[in-house]
C-alpha cells in the first residue's frame, strides 16, 4: 500500500469517527483555502508488538525518518515524530506511548489482560495502524476507572489504533495564514476549542503555535450498555523560522501536553 492509499484510508476513518473534522476541512475549501496536513498522530503503549517501534514501520518503509523525542513526565508519555527524507510537504508522523512501568498495578494488569485476549502478537505493522478498537468487549466501568488515572489509557482502550489527530498547516493557508484567524473562523462556525492552557498553545518564540478543537463525542457500545465518550480532534499548527533559518519541524512538549487534553471526557453543557 502506498503512502498516499494509507493516508486516505487513515483520513476516511478519522472524518467517520470525528464528523466535525469534515466539516472544519470543508469549511476552509468553500473559503478558497487548500488543506495540507501539517502531521498525522498516533497513540500506543509500550509493549514490544504494539509500541512506536512498530506503528512507525509503515511510514519507515515509504521513507521517513525519526527525528525529535518528547516526553510527558506527568503524563507517563514518550513520544516521537518522524518525516519523509525529501519531502516537505508530506505531513509528519507524531507517535505517542503510555509507558506502562509508571502507570499502577490496576492499569498495567488491565491492559495487559485485554492484550493477552486480542491475539495480536502476529499482526503486522501496516494493518495494526487500522485495526481500532483492540480490546473487545469493552467496559464501561474499567473505561470510567482507567479515566480516573490516564484519559490517555482510557481513550486507547476505547479506540485503539486510528488517526488521533490530523493538522492543518496553517503556513500553507493563504487567508487564513495566522492562528487567531484559523480560531476566530471556527468559533465564528460554532466549533469548541480546547481551552486548556489557553485558546493557543506556544508562542513564536517556542517556533510552533498550536490549537485544536475538542474531540466530538461518539457513541460507543459498552457492555453495559450504549455511552457517548470523546474519540478524535482536529488540530491547527503554526511554524516559524527558527535560527538556522529553516522551517521548524519539531514540537513542543509544553504545549503538546495540553493538546493531548483535547480528547479528555467533557460534558456537553
Partial sequence: MNLDNIFNRLWIDYITQNPSAGKIHDLFVTEGESVVNDHIAF????????????????????????????????????ARHYELAGDK???RIFISQLVLSECSPFLQKTLKTAFEKTGLGKTSAEKLIFSGSLFNPLSYSVYSRLREESEYAAWFYVFGFRANHFTVS?????????????????????????TSGGDIKGTPADMLMQSSTLAD???????EGAFEVPCCYYEFAQRFIDSNG???NGFVAKSADKIFESTDFHRKK
Fill in 89 to 91: 510537504k508530506a505531513p
Fill in 217 to 223: 463525542s461518539v457513541k460507543v457500545n459498552f457492555v
Fill in 43 to 78: 497513540r500506543t503503549i509500550d509493549y514490544s508488538e504494539l509500541n512506536i517501534d512498530v506503528l512507525a514501520q509503515p511510514f519507515i518503509s515509504h521513507g521517513y525518518v525519526a527525528k525529535g523525542e518528547y516526553i510527558f513526565k506527568e503524563k507517563h508519555l514518550f
Fill in 246 to 248: 529553516q522551517l521548524y
Fill in 170 to 194: 496553517i503556513n500553507d493557508l493563504k487567508k487564513y495564514n495566522d492562528i487567531r484567524l484559523v480560531n476566530d473562523l471556527l468559533t465564528k462556525n460554532g466549533f469548541v476549542l480546547n
